[in-house]
């Protein structure tokens, strides 16, 4: 299975649930993806850099009234970035479900392996050594 596509920077899951959620929304203020991603201020801060580095995120800083706010928006890199990624995901998937669909265990023996119910430690009673 062919992994090239994937993009490094979005295997990490908080990076990704950034990018997808910036997907539904245009110009979203850092407090509402803080929120929504369940992480810090300084965690996200680290984290939409990274993402801003690599031109996925772009970042507009300005005043309501008198307060800072700082606002998010996923760049049409991002948004291309996350397409490919989602697609070599979906890629993978396909493909294991091919393999698994095509899967014929040689008929060497009709016995299954004996189950072990929860919490078993050793062998069954009366199962041979």
């Not at 649930?17 to 509402?32: M, N, P, Q, R, Y």
């Not at 993806?33 to 201020?41: F, I, M, P, T, Y």
């Not at 009234?65 to 998010?72: A, D, E, F, I, V």
Request: hydrophobic residues 35%.
């Amino acid at each position: 299975m062919a992994r090239s596509d994937l993009d490094p920077l979005l295997l990490d899951p908080t990076r990704l649930s950034i990018v997808s959620l910036l997907t539904g929304v245009e110009w979203a203020e850092f407090s509402w993806v803080r929120e929504s991603v369940g992480l810090s201020a300084s965690a996200l801060s680290k984290q939409v850099t990274t993402l801003g580095d690599r031109g996925y995120v772009e970042v507009d800083k300005g005043y309501v009234g008198k307060r800072p706010r700082t606002w998010l928006n996923l760049s049409a890199e991002g948004h291309q970035a996350l397409q490919s990624h989602l697609a070599a995901l979906q890629a993978i998937v396909d493909e294991s479900r091919r393999t698994a669909e095509a899967y014929q265990p040689e008929p060497t023996s009709t016995a299954q392996p004996r189950r072990r119910r929860p919490g078993q430690i050793g062998r069954a009673k009366g199962e041979p050594a």
